[in-house]
């Protein structure tokens, strides 16, 4: 079970967990449930450069199309196969169904929130 203190969030519903100079992400349970049904998600190819807060990919739901935006800058090193091959891995299991990995190199990760802070901003509660 993932340790949801632990992980640090965006405004745009993104989790992140950063590990020996390594960022992974993926949407939040929140995000996935005001989705609905996801349906496919584009994601950044391995080796892309992404930009801290810009667009690096697209997730459709049965709903709407919502943009995935990059939480870390950095190079992508590895991207989830079982999430492209089956989307509804996504609302199955938020924080288990992570996207991207990506290579921070010499980028610090700035503007994350910690949890309190994600709860506070959708209004929540655990």
């Not at 939040?28 to 998600?41: I, M, P, W």
């Not at 892309?48 to 990059?70: D, H, R």
């Not at 089956?86 to 700035?110: C, I, K, Q, T």
Request: with cysteine.
């Amino acid at each position: 079970m993932t340790d949801l203190d632990a992980l640090s969030y965006t405004a745009e519903h993104e989790w992140v967990s950063i590990a020996d100079g390594v960022a992974t992400f993926g949407i939040t349970d929140y995000a996935a449930e005001k989705l609905g049904d996801v349906v496919f998600v584009e994601l950044p190819a391995i080796g892309a450069e992404l930009t801290g807060a810009q667009i690096c990919g697209e997730i459709e739901s049965t709903k709407s199309v919502g943009e995935l935006y990059a939480p870390v800058a950095g190079r992508v090193i590895e991207v989830n196969g079982a999430v492209d091959d089956d989307p509804s891995l996504v609302n199955a299991d938020p924080f288990g169904a992570w996207l991207v990995r990506v290579d921070l190199g010499d980028a610090v990760p700035e503007g994350l929130l910690d949890r309190t802070a994600y709860l506070a901003l959708i209004g929540g509660a655990e």
